[in-house]
């Protein structure tokens, strides 16, 4: 219960699949989703293997949760080996895919190999077919989606499929579901066009049942009550993630120019009142917001492109609806790459959705790419005869297509910002973790932030800790490493329910358990949860020095360990990781090489 | 007085709460595919419409059915199907106009809304106000008074 107890195991090279049980000594200890994909990960493949080889496991999993009544129940993972950063790669998604694959009856679906052909998958219930992907291979995630309700005469089929971008290994292609949901960092779209695999389609109807169905409900009642009420949840609904943007600017935290300042003069154009506004002409960005499978607090964005804006005045297909600006692609190609235009950023982002791409991960590159032309590394004769400078919006138009279609300087795009930095001789320029853009917290300014990206299993990250309050209330190294120790567990357990790591300004471990314990057999605590979270966290560990990383990878880009703050709350100040690293090893119970102790691993049972 | 589900779409998020409840309500499992009320998508996701049952005063279905399995719940004014007296033969699926009575090929029944007895799981699910049970009469009271409230607030008005 809350478990289907199946996994569905697919050998491409072989062209079979088979489902077995879910091994519940694992369920038991892992949990779900992130935890318990990270053991089958772990116990499926070799961790030193190329990630774009064939060798390469790709898991998509759920969570005993995933599927049910309780409040976001949509989310599902991808968890691959990474092959923009050699690490573990966990990448979540909402939309209602992760709830069809449940509902199809599997609680994990591992693929394994690689298809001497394009192919997809198509799963109705038990009936699981590797199917011929020649007549949408070469197109976006829209063209696949469209063409495949259509073909299976199913428009309730749910899909999850790569781009052009993902079929072309562009290292942080992503996989997309439901249109505008993204499994997004890391590059888990490229481990999937690596197998010539184009997407999954599912349709699902054998539904979740749970083991105390009343028990569940009254606890979904109440924790769905309290989350309703909360005002976290409320901001979400009414402007989204791009909120935090005015914040960022205000505290000098918003990475901006490729992270050279802090500070974005052109947030007021971009922020989220900006969004909601209507202009003169009657022209609004924000349609509406949505929710994903399951979801009380709904904090999608739906917009439009002003129909006069360069981008689309000749081109009507793109003047639809679709999925609008959150904080994170508003900091990558308005922050980082100093663009203030919002209809230039909301079509990138539109090309994000449509070839399957990280808007992170490509808004930091880009902004890498815009540092070197400005120093003259790279000319015009290198970007297609595209003036990258800082603030040119159709540049970033123009270098999200050719990189979507993989086209011109778009293939050096597509190396993302560590390889493009290292290509030109400038890797300082790059500003990643493990090879991973930043997502938009300056380090400088929030420095248990830093402390987190330099710790996060699938690099540079703001979803795998939270150390926000303690930042914003001191802006030092003091004091940060067991908050971050602490809500990194706290997540990866959050990560392996089916939930949604957004419900937590209203709901602590507690509100998840009472949940968790009444859908699953056993006795599910708050207690035994942050134990499955630091267990995932350890194993994530393992794995990661197996692939050979080690503790010199926990570490930040030079700009901000040596280059201090120009302004804002930390004006003068650098990240102070050396003081925060070994507290932190200690507090993880990890030698001062950052590799956990036999005594820690017998603890948790990893 | 009966009640009727009033939906209005401008408030659904397509969250899906409302038919996981339904089919907990009659299923005993969280199965999107055995509900009764449906979420449409329009326009690339921008728009989403709950559909289900309106519950004809001369139901179509109702008279269509040859072995008198549909009947009415005095109670609540809902068009029910007895699953002990419907043989499957789907003539009522062809005579409602709307698609909101449906074959299930895993019971071999025909399943509809049923108002759940007074007492509609899509309503108590829905978190935002989309779908409500209000007095059948008089559905169309709170646009009334929204359009009340406009016309007052207008200058001259």
Same mark, same amino acid.
């Given at each position: 219960m809350g478990?289907?107890?199946?996994?569905?195991? #697919? $050998?491409?090279?072989?062209?079979?699949?088979?489902?077995?049980?879910?091994?519940?000594?694992?369920? *038991?200890?892992?949990?779900?989703?992130?935890?318990?994909?990270?053991?089958?990960?772990?116990?499926?493949?070799?961790?030193? #293997?190329?990630?774009?080889?064939?060798?390469?496991?790709? !898991?998509?999993? %759920?969570?005993?949760?995933? +599927?049910?009544?309780?409040?976001?129940?949509?989310?599902?993972?991808v968890v691959t080996k990474g092959p923009l950063t050699g690490a573990?790669?966990?990448? *979540?998604?909402? +939309?209602?895919?992760?709830?069809?694959?449940?509902?199809?009856?599997?609680?994990?679906?591992?693929?394994?190999?690689?298809?001497?052909?394009?192919?997809?998958?198509? !799963?109705?219930?038990?009936?699981?077919?590797?199917?011929?992907?020649?007549?949408?291979?070469? %197109?976006?995630?829209?063209?696949?989606?469209?063409?495949?309700?259509?073909?299976?005469?199913?428009?309730?089929?749910?899909?999850?499929?790569?781009?052009?971008?993902?079929?072309?290994?562009?290292?942080?292609?992503?996989?997309?579901?439901?249109?505008?949901?993204?499994? +997004?960092?890391?590059?888990?779209?490229?481990?999937?066009?690596?197998?010539?695999?184009?997407?999954?389609? #599912?349709?699902?109807?054998?539904?979740?049942?749970?083991?105390?169905?009343?028990?569940?409900?009254?606890?979904?009642?109440?924790?769905?009550?309290?989350?309703? $009420?909360?005002?976290?949840?409320?901001?979400?609904?009414?402007? +989204?993630?791009?909120?935090? !943007?005015? *914040?960022?600017?205000?505290?000098?935290?918003?990475?901006?120019? *490729?992270?050279?300042? #802090?500070?974005?003069?052109?947030?007021?154009?971009i922020n989220a009142r900006a969004m909601r506004a209507t202009g003169e002409d009657g022209h609004r960005n924000l349609v509406t917001n949505k929710a994903c499978f399951g979801c009380t607090i709904a904090c999608g964005r739906i917009a439009k492109i002003n129909p006069t804006h360069f981008t689309i005045v000749n081109r009507k297909e793109y003047r639809h609806a679709s999925g609008g600006l959150e904080y994170e692609t508003a900091f990558a190609f308005g922050a980082e790459c100093g663009i203030d235009d919002i209809d230039a950023l909301t079509f990138a982002n539109f090309i994000m959705n449509e070839q399957g791409m990280d808007p992170i991960s490509f808004g930091g590159t880009l902004a890498a790419a815009m540092e070197l032309y400005e120093m003259g590394v790279i000319t015009d004769a290198d970007t297609d005869g595209v003036p990258l400078e800082f603030g040119n919006a159709e540049a970033l138009t123009i270098m999200a297509e050719k990189t979507g279609r993989f086209e011109g300087f778009g293939r050096v795009l597509g190396l993302g910002s560590k390889r493009l930095a290292e290509k030109y001789g400038r890797p300082e320029v790059s500003i990643t973790i493990k090879g991973q853009e930043i997502p938009g917290y300056d380090a400088r300014a929030l420095q248990g932030m830093g402390l987190g990206y330099a710790t996060s299993p699938r690099g540079a990250c703001h979803m795998k800790h939270d150390v926000f309050e303690e930042d914003m209330d001191d802006v030092s190294g003091n004091g940060k490493a067991k908050p971050c120790k602490d809500s990194q567990d706290r997540i990866a357990a959050v990560d392996s329910t089916g939930l949604c790591w957004f419900t937590t300004s209203a709901w602590g471990l507690e509100e998840f358990a009472v949940q968790v314990d009444a859908a699953c057999e056993g006795e599910w605590t708050a207690a035994r949860l942050t134990e499955v979270g630091e267990r995932t966290f350890n194993l994530e560990r393992r794995f990661n020095l197996a692939a050979g990383l080690t503790s010199a990878d926990d570490t930040l880009p030079k700009r901000f360990l040596r280059t201090p703050a120009p302004s804002g709350t930390a004006e003068g100040k650098v990240n102070e990781l050396s003081v925060m690293l070994p507290a932190y090893y200690r507090e993880r119970g990890w030698t001062s090489d950052g590799v956990p102790t036999n005594e820690t691993l017998s603890r948790l049972r990893v | 007085m009966h009640k009727a589900l009033l939906i209005d779409p401008h408030k659904c998020t397509s969250c899906m709460q409302c038919e996981l409840a339904c089919s907990f309500e009659h299923t005993g499992a969280f199965n999107p595919a055995r509900s009764r009320i449906k979420i449409f998508e329009f326009e690339h996701g921008a728009r989403s419409i709950p559909y289900t049952c309106t519950q004809c005063e001369e139901a179509w279905c109702l008279h269509a059915c040859p072995v008198e399995a549909i009947t009415v719940n005095l109670a609540t004014g809902a068009k029910e199907v007895d699953a002990n007296v419907c043989v499957g033969c789907k003539v009522c699926t062809i005579a409602c106009p709307f698609g909101t009575i449906n074959y299930s090929a895993d019971t071999g029944k025909v399943v509809k809304c049923d108002l759940c007895g007074g007492n509609p799981q899509c309503a108590e699910a829905c978190p935002t106000g989309a779908i409500t049970y209000v007095d059948a009469s008089w559905t169309g009271l709170a646009r009334m008074q929204a359009s009340a409230v406009a016309a007052h607030g207008q200058p001259g008005a």
């Open positions: 478990w289907q107890r199946r996994v569905l195991r #697919v $050998d491409l090279t072989a062209g079979t699949s088979a489902v077995e049980p879910l091994n519940m000594e694992w369920a *038991n200890a892992y949990l779900g989703e992130r935890g318990l994909a990270s053991k089958y990960l772990m116990e499926s493949m070799d961790p030193k #293997v190329d990630a774009l080889s064939p060798e390469n496991a790709l !898991i998509f999993a %759920t969570g005993p949760l995933t +599927g049910t009544m309780a409040s976001t129940s949509g989310r599902y993972a573990i790669a966990c990448s *979540n998604s909402g +939309g209602k895919f992760g709830a069809e694959l449940k509902f199809a009856g599997y609680d994990l679906l591992i693929v394994h190999g690689r298809s001497e052909r394009p192919v997809y998958l198509h !799963i109705a219930d038990d009936e699981v077919v590797i199917a011929d992907a020649a007549p949408v291979w070469g %197109t976006s995630c829209w063209n696949t989606e469209e063409w495949l309700k259509a073909h299976h005469q199913d428009p309730l089929l749910k899909v999850a499929s790569i781009g052009v971008a993902g079929e072309s290994l562009v290292r942080y292609a992503c996989v997309v579901n439901d249109l505008h949901r993204a499994a +997004g960092r890391s590059g888990v779209g490229a481990v999937m066009g690596s197998k010539q695999l184009k997407a999954v389609a #599912v349709r699902g109807t054998k539904g979740v049942t749970v083991e105390d169905p009343k028990r569940f409900m009254s606890a979904v009642a109440q924790t769905k009550a309290k989350l309703w $009420d909360d005002p976290g949840r409320r901001g979400l609904e009414k402007y +989204g993630t791009n909120a935090m !943007i005015d *914040n960022m600017h205000g505290f000098g935290g918003l990475p901006t120019r *490729n992270s050279q300042q #802090v500070q974005f003069e052109g947030t007021t154009k | -």
